[in-house]
């Protein structure tokens, strides 16, 4: 039996690939983003699910695209259900 590893999260994504390579603070990369602190706070935490809106400011503070962020989302939450 193989066992298969997790997709990463949004959290995950945001913590290794922006604010640890970037030395950037949770302050600094909720106001690239135009999130309060708490909100980015709770997405990385997984406690705050994206939606449309979310990833669009995510999207721009990162220089990404909102779907980039809806498709880590939809992949986490898939591999929840399975």
Known sequence: MQIMNQPPTVGDIIH????????????????????T???????????????????????????TSHSFWLSIQQDAKNNKKA
């Open 16 to 35: 290794e690939m922006y604010l640890k390579p970037s030395n950037l603070s949770l302050k600094e990369a909720a106001q690239l983003c135009n999130l």
């Open 37 to 63: 602190e708490q909100q980015l706070d709770s997405i990385i935490s997984g406690k705050l699910e994206i939606g449309y809106e979310l990833a669009y400011k995510l999207a721009t503070g990162f220089n």
